[in-house]
Structures are given as C-alpha cells and as structure tokens.
C-alpha cells in the first residue's frame, strides 16, 4: 500500500464561488477519491492544520506527497518547506501540481526561480506524450485534452528535467513542459503542470491515471539520509 | 573562420515547380547565401556529385556540416553515411536540418529510429525558446514565427537530449522539440526541425540567425580520434 | 516472471585452460545459475548458434536481454545485430556487459565507438555505488570489491549517460564509469564493466545482485514499436 | 576581458601555521595570480569584508564568481547567499572549489545537500579527464596527478550533472565527480574539487589551466532575469 498525503492549501475553494462550484471539498478531497484505490491510500492536510499537517511524523509516514498551492505559498512556514525537502532527500517521492512550481519546497529542490509565463483565457489544452513507455504515461493515448486549463508558457526557469514526458500545448500557440521528472538524492520529483482551480482538471480520467502512475513511479525503493561521514580506508 | 560544409540532396528542386520556385538554386544555396559572413565561409555538395561530395579529405577540412535530404536517404552511401558519423566522432560539428532527422548519419549517431508523426496541412508553427541563455538562441525573441511549416509531431524517437533549446506548436496543436542538441564522442549535433522545401523556411532571419549559432556552438574546440589503447600503469 | 536470454559468444571457454577452469559450462551457464529465481527465467543461446540463437522470435519472447562477448563481435551478422537494436527500440531490455561495450548492438544503440582504454594485470576494482537508491544498487553496500579484474580506464566513448550507478576504481589508479543507465526510444539499456572471463567475477554475490536488480529495472512496462505515421488533426 | 570575482572565507590562512606557509596571501590571492592574463582581471573578497564583498553592486560587475570556503559558510548571510544564487540565476557563472561543495550558494542552487565521504590522510590524487572535447579540459592530459589531497568519497548527493568532465581516484581507491557542470536558469556553474587548505594544490600548472578554461566556459552569453509575465495572445 502505497501512502500519498496530499497538501492543499485549500483557500481558493472557500472564497471563489466558481471554485467552490467545481471542488466544494476542496482540490485535495477530489483528488483523494480519484486517486484512491487498492494500491494507494490518502490522507490530507491543509494550510490552515498545525504545521500544514506536516510534522516530521507525517513526513515519516508519508510514501509519497502531492502538493497543490497557489495564493498563499508565503503563508508555509519557511521549516515545514525545509523539512518537505529533507524528506525527499531521504527518498520521500513528491508530485508538484500546476501552480505548485511557485511552492517552497519545490522551487528549493530546483534550485530555481522556476519562473514562467501566464495568461488566463480558458485556452484548450493538448498535453501530448513525448515518452510513450514511460511508467508515468501508461494507458494514456497520443495526449490529454483539457477543455479549458490557465495558459502556461516557456521559459519554465527549471534545471534540464531528466526526463520530459508531457510537452501541453495550448489554443492560442503556446507550449509548456506539462510532464517533468526529476531525482534529488534519494528521492523522485514529478512536476504535472494541469490543474487549475477554476476548471475541473482533476475529475479527468487520464489526469487521475497520470497522476496514479507518478505515484507509483515516485513510490521510494530506498530511503535514508545520505551523510557525511568520515570514513576509513576502504581496504582496511 | 569557420568552414561549413553543405550537404543537400537537391532533388525536390529539379523536380517540383513549387519546390523550384522558392530554391531556384537548390536549398543549399539559399543557406549558403544566408550563412556566409565575416566568421563562416560554406562549400556545397550534393546527392549527385561523387561520394556525396563527403570524401575523407572534404570532411577533413569541415569544421561543421548541415545536412538537409529528404526523399532519397536511401541514395546515400553506407560508406559516405559511416564517414559522417566518424567525423563526428572526432569533433566535427553537425546540424541536421527538418526531414534530415531520417537521414542515414543522423540516425547512426542517435542509436534510434528517429521517428516521428507527420501531417502536410501548411499549418503555421511558432516555434519556442526554452532556454534564452543557450548560444543557439541568442538574437531570438520568445519564438519564431513560420506562416507554414510541415507538422511534425511527439513521440519524436530520439534519446532524450542533452538539451532541449527550441519547441515548436503547430496551427492545430501538435507539440515537436524543434531544436535539441546532443554530443556523441568529440563532436557536437543541432537537430533543427523548420525547413520544409514547400516553404521559404531558410528565407526567414530567425532561422538565418538560429543557424548560424549553431555553426558557432558546433565548432570544434579538439579533434581527435577517441581510440582503445593498451596503456601502462600511470604512475609509471 | 521475467523472460532473460543470455547471450555469450562462448569462444574463450573452449579455446583457453584458464577460463575453462573457471567456467567450465561457460559463462552463460554461470550467469543463468545465478540469476535464476522465483521471479526470473533464463534461455541462453551462443555464437555458434544459428541466428546466434536470435531469431525476431526469440527477441519477441525475451523482457530482457544480457550480453557477453569479447573475441568474435564482428562474426555475430549484421542482420542479427539491427535485430537485436530494433528489439530494444520497441521495449526489449538490454543488459551489456564488460566487454560488451564493443558488440556490435551495443555500438549501434550508443551510436558511439564505445572505445576506452585497457591494461590486463590483475588490478582489484572496488565499483563504487553513486546512487544508492537507484534500483540496481540496491543490496549493495558502499561498493564491490573484485580481487581481480581486467583495467578498463577513461575516456570511454559513450554519449553522457542518464545515469552513472557506479564508478570503478582500480589498484593502479584508473577510474571507469562502471554501470551506466541508456534508454532507447521504448527500452532500457544497462552497461556493467566487471566480467574479465579469466577472473571468476560473475560468482561473486553483488555482481550477480547487481545484475538481478538490472533484469528488474530494464524489464518492459510497454512494448510497441515507434512508428512514423501520417497523422489528421488532432482535434477532428 | 572577463571580470572574475574571487571570494575566500579566509580563515585557514591566518590560523592555522600550515597553511599560512603554503598560501601566505591566501588562497585568494594564489588564485588571482595563477588566473590572471590578457583575457581575466580578478577582484577578490573575504568574509571578513562588509556583505562578504558580495554586494548587488559587486555581483552585477561579476562574469564569474570564484568560491572557497570551508569552515566559517555558516558565517556568510543568507542574504549574501541568495544574492549570489539570484545573481546565477540571471546568467554569472560560478565555480565551486572544494569544500566549496557545502557552501550556501552551491547547495541553494543545486537544490541537495551535498554531503559526501571524506577522510584526511595526504592520499595522492588523479584526477582522470572523461571528456577530452569539452572546454574546460583543453591543453590536459589523461589526468591530473596532485601529491596529495583531501580523500572526497561517493555518493556525492548532487543531482546528476549535466556533464562529468573529470573523476578522481585517490590512493585508496575511492572515487568522486571531481569536475561536474550544471546550468541553473541563465547561468552556468562548474564544481571542481581539488582543493585541500593543507596542500599546494593551486599552484598546479594543470588547476590552474582548468580554472581558467572554466572561467572562459563559464562566462554568460546572455544576463537577464527571468521573470513571470502575464502575456498576451501570441498571435495578436
């Protein structure tokens, strides 16, 4: 069983009416039940929790965490951000949503400003497969198409990715790396830019099978803290 | 000065009127003309001239080669495609233009099929710059506008490059990483994806000037052959 | 359960006492002995084969590939060679070891000479873990010690890999990238260094874990091929 | 002419006699005089100037900052830090020295912590070139020997590089990224290792050589910040 906690920061839907329409429990409930199953079991923590919900114990107890924010990356506290970062150091995977580029721990697993451009006109988006046998993009077609999502565009101030697995293209002719992963020491990062709040984005099927698959691609096969020890000769 | 060594088929434009009417002196002349300044002097060869022109001596003396065929990759010379690749090996430069992605050396040097998924509609393309710091894209806006371009799209079957300088959206949505770069042993490779012979692609002074970039980022700094010595201990 | 065919041109162990005395049902039989569990199924096929034993049929029914060779690389075909590539191209692993980095496929998929430099004097390695949670190291302590192997040294000439799993060090100071990470189009490519067939190397308990660790992690979630399709619009 | 800025904590050199004797100037000052020639003019600071000499002022004059620090980073600001990752992020190249590897800046811009093995026995060093094409290993050999050296050990907790351009082997046997390039938004920064207060190792002939290529290497092509506009349609 694989053990996703989901962060949002859970404003968006309590003071926009459209939002509330679209996620009346919030982004991080609509994600729970579609990303629950067999394998994979959530819980959920918001801004508004003690410490975000996220104390060195639920790190420890966390397989994998998703993170949606937006208009309140500010409000996280600069430890909790530094502790989500030591977590995947350890091997904790991260999945980063949308306008999540913008979050704390994520812009310091980068190393990044991870800066963009944006506009806001309902564009249709196509978020085409560039890896058709990468683990994330199983059982997804040629791309994803979203009616409407925020227009995203390059440059993305990231690092190279190692690997890019979505390229969205948009409307009115913009592109964007959708689909991004990325290693920080023993721990594996995915960056999935759909999802905006005022559209539903994350009741699509193959956004949900996306997501289900980076979580299982982000699961860790190891984790520890790498040190730095001073160490003996190796022979003796 | 750096010598740039011109390959072109140069079948489309003996064969087709519309191809003619845009490249009356063939596509290489067309980026002969474009090229050559103060630092970049070129030679032309084509399909026809004896072992494509590309002998060991021509390709001695090239400091970065553009290729550009199309319709008789096939035509090439085993032996001709091997030496290219060779050349590369040991540090000359290589930038491989549209269609050239199924050229023969092309795909030797990436270890793939280089695939792609293809549509004729003259759809316009705006093609991107991910990366404003990368010496290719020095002098580029945030795209290059092509009125119409031939639609390449994802999965396009390359490894995943060292790094991805230009993407490209089509008029009805497609995505393609129109300018990546790769290395292989000493030497240096642009593949750049605008350049259908339909369209006076190689006409536009941001094309021009993406190229020419890239014959200064292709040069060689060494060449050598990376041979297999049987060497001696080395503190003897 | 994963399907493993090994490959081994099977000449040094006929031919020579020493490595007779060692493997004396060869090295493939070596490898297949230790590979062999609950989770992996092992065919092994030789140069004398016909076909090399790898026939499209064969390819077709194998997950993951292993590779030995050493004195006859240019008696394995041509055809059996580009079938081997364009297996790995449609999601067949590939595991290629020690002197493997000069068969034939193996140049093919790197598109690189894969030279390197060499000295036969019983050196020890230690191969050095550089990613300790990457799925191949796992079980691995901080590094392998080989009473002896042969010196492989730098520069190898092979493309920058995705991944370097380990680093060998040997007595007389040289340093080799030892387990090197490709991926072509659809497959999982593996490089491991340790093997010299005069040095009992493939007995040794991490060598063999390693290499159960890289059947799992080149195994196919996907296989297909990549084609080049003319394609419609994709929004009609 | 490229204005390198060097920064040393210099603390070492006052308070500790063996390292006075070596580097009575500093390591600063060694530093300055090997790299300066008709093409680099060189500044220095120390932690002991205001703002570690590390002003906005100072960082806008800078092509490429120069870093050695060791056993004060806990003393630079971390304003001073997040200048300096800022300033990369707009395009100055850095170059990390030594135990430069667990300074502020390097660890903010590569998003880990860095940590890695060591041990300090006077082990001699050979620092092996992977790369004989690039830049920075231009007019060295196979290798770099060095007398002696700290022993830095695998696992290096750094992302992958981009590219690897030299490993190290000591004495021992261990092995480590000695020289390893990255790119952060606009600016390029190389991490090289050798380094250690206690030996000469700045007086190296080949050090130096590779200091300066990196210099050159690391010189912007382009400086500006990248921001996060709202933009229009790009077709209108």
């Known amino acids: 069983m694989i053990r996703v906690t989901i962060f949002n920061e859970f404003k968006h839907e309590k003071e926009d009416e459209r939002v509330k329409a679209i996620y009346p429990d919030g982004i991080h409930n609509a994600l729970k039940k579609g990303l629950e199953d067999e394998e994979i079991t959530v819980k959920t923590v918001t801004l508004d929790d003690e410490e975000c919900g996220l104390t060195k114990e639920a790190l420890d107890n966390t397989d994998v ?4 924010g937006h208009m309140a990356h500010d409000k996280v506290p600069d430890e909790v951000a530094l502790r989500v970062r030591d977590a995947v150091h350890e091997g904790m995977g991260a999945v980063f949503l949308h306008s999540g580029h913008h979050s704390k721990p994520f812009k310091l697993l980068m190393g990044t ?3 963009l451009t944006w506009r806001e006109d309902g564009d249709y988006e196509l978020v085409w497969v560039t890896k058709p046998s990468h683990p ?3 059982g997804i077609g040629r791309f994803i198409k979203l009616e409407h999502e925020e227009t995203y ?3 993305f101030a990231i690092p190279e990715p190692e690997e890019t697995v979505f390229i969205g293209s948009f ?3 913009e592109v964007f790396r959708a689909g991004c992963c990325f290693k920080r020491e023993n721990g594996r990062i995915f960056y999935f830019q759909p999802g905006h709040e005022t559209f539903p ?3 699509n ?7 289900k698959n980076a979580v ?3 699961n860790p096969v190891y984790r520890t803290k790498i040190d730095c020890p001073h160490v003996g000769k190796p022979l003796e």
């Open 171 to 173: 409307e009115n002719g």
């Open 205 to 211: 099927e193959d956004v949900i099978k996306t997501l």
């Open 201 to 203: 984005t994350y009741y």
């Open 65 to 68: 965490l998703m993170w949606w």
């Open 136 to 138: 994330i993009a199983q």
């Open 113 to 115: 400003s991870c800066n």
């Open 153 to 155: 565009g390059e440059p």
């Open 216 to 218: 299982h691609w982000a």
